[in-house]
């Protein structure tokens, strides 16, 4: 571990801090948001879990992800993906 691969989260952090503290959150957009965050923050424990990391025999860093991690990914993009459609409506952007 570098200290440069240590700060690219530091700097996601900050720059998402800055860039989404404007964000409105009004009635129950909150507590949706915190569920969000939870939600994500489970399914990517669930992926460090089931995609291991190790040094081979030459030392190098590998990892491998086996049928598990292929279910929960298509399961994840394809609840982003959303095919059966959704109530909710596009922003209206105005200038």
Request: hydrophobic residues 50%; charged residues 15%.
């Amino acid at each position: 571990m570098t200290g440069r691969r240590l700060l690219l989260p530091v700097t996601v952090l900050v720059a998402g801090w800055i860039l989404l503290r404007d964000l409105p959150t009004t009635d129950g957009d909150t507590r949706l948001e915190l569920a969000d965050a939870v939600t994500g923050v489970a399914l990517g424990v669930a992926a460090a879990a089931l995609m291991p990391v190790r040094r081979d025999d030459s030392g190098r860093i590998v990892t491998t992800a086996g049928v598990g991690y292929a279910v929960l990914w298509i399961a994840v993009i394809g609840g982003r993906i959303r095919p059966w459609g959704t109530s909710v409506q596009p922003l209206a952007l105005s200038a």
